[in-house]
């Protein structure tokens, strides 16, 4: 018996490991559980609120503010039928209608207070349908 297997670029391992990674912590560490929909991105921006509330320093977070972004890069992903790029160990999601989107920095605005996960996916499925 043979399974098909969904092919990824390249660009996309380091982000779905990453996205991976912060699935299973916050099940594990904050009985969270995140399922790739864009709802659950409430979550996510709840939890970066909390995390900047305690005043944390940002070396301290900086792995899970990269977690939350790539977790967040796969929803916009999956929900537009976009793809990982990346270039100089930097990662995107680009959507079908050509444009890139940054979810891994718009996880370190959302702790400077400045961000929106949430609002980034909408955002990008917004253009996506158009």
Do not use: N
């Amino acid at each position: 018996m043979t399974t098909q297997q969904e092919t990824r670029p390249s660009a996309a391992t380091k982000p779905v490991r990453w996205a991976a990674d912060a699935v299973a912590a916050m099940r594990e560490g904050a009985r969270l559980r995140l399922d790739y929909s864009a709802r659950s991105l409430w979550s996510v921006d709840r939890m970066i609120e909390d995390i900047r509330q305690e005043a944390a320093p940002y070396a301290a977070v900086e792995l899970v503010l990269r977690g939350f972004g790539a977790y967040a890069g796969e929803v916009i992903a999956r929900q537009t039928g976009g793809e990982w790029w990346s270039s100089g160990g930097d990662h995107w999601v680009r959507t079908p209608d050509g444009r890139l989107w940054d979810p891994i920095d718009e996880a370190r605005r959302c702790y400077t207070g400045d961000g929106s996960l949430r609002l980034l996916c909408r955002d990008a499925s917004d253009g996506a349908r158009a």
